[in-house]
């Protein structure tokens, strides 16, 4: 399952910790009021969700397998951080403003991303995703502007891929995500 999940106004602070080999997401940070600080942290090696593995008894249709998902309002500052090897996305940042998800309580809003320290996404299939109107390089320069990002094998740049049309998890599933331990 998901290594730390964050949402619907929880608050964390997290320091020197080390997310490793999770499955669907290895931070999930989601929904409005929901405030997370995390310096000198890595997230690495997040598979694709059990039901996706090959030849699975219940086959589902996405595996996701991302380092960091922040979504829906949350408010994320992140200092000092690593993601690396994740199977789909490093960083996805997704802005619910306009989609078909844009009226749903735990996704919608625009998030908020904080920096002020060095980052860095290497090894992933796309180093870093972002969605929305509000997701864009220009809105966040200033937090990632010191990220790193490098030999990740799904984009042209080694970084970024502005034409992926990647989805988000399903809210409905969240609950169904967090009580199944068979995954």
Known sequence: GRGVNIQDGASLTMQRALLSN??????YISGEGTKVLAEDIAVAGTRVVGCFDAGAPNPCELGFGDGILIMGGADATLNNFSVTGNARVGMYVFDATGSSFENTETIAGS?????NGEGSSTGNQIGLNLVGPQANITSWLGAIGNMTCKENHGTVDGCYDAFA???????????????????
């Open 111 to 115: 998030p908020t991303l904080n920096s």
């Open 22 to 27: 999770n499955r669907d997401t290895g931070l």
């Open 165 to 183: 049309e990647l989805p988000v998890p399903d809210p409905s599933d969240i609950l169904g995500d967090l009580t199944d331990n068979t995954n």
